[in-house]
C-alpha cells in the first residue's frame, strides 16, 4: 500500500495499489476503536457526483436567495 495521509477527524487515506482508496479512522491509541472502508472506483465515483450534486444544490440555494435579496 502507498504512503496514507491524514484527512482530519481521525480519518486517514491512501491507496492500495489496485485502484481501491482505503479510509481508515483511528485516535492512534491501542484501545481506541479503529475501522476501515475500501472504496472500489466505483464507489469512489458515486461518492464524488454525491458531492458534486450537493454543491450544486448549494449554488443554486445561493443564487436564489441573492435573487430575493436584489
Not at 475500501?38 to 454543491?55: F, G, H, I, R, T
Request: charged share 35%; net charge negative; glycine share 6%.
Amino acid at each position: 500500500m502507498r504512503n496514507r495521509e491524514y484527512l482530519g477527524d481521525s480519518v486517514y487515506v491512501q491507496l492500495d495499489g489496485s485502484g481501491n482508496i482505503i479510509l481508515t479512522t483511528e485516535n492512534g491509541l491501542p484501545e481506541d476503536p479503529s475501522n476501515t472502508i475500501c472504496l472500489e472506483p466505483e464507489v469512489y465515483w458515486a461518492l464524488a457526483e454525491y458531492v458534486e450534486s450537493l454543491k450544486r444544490k448549494e449554488v443554486k440555494t445561493d443564487d436564489s436567495e441573492t435573487t430575493k435579496e436584489d
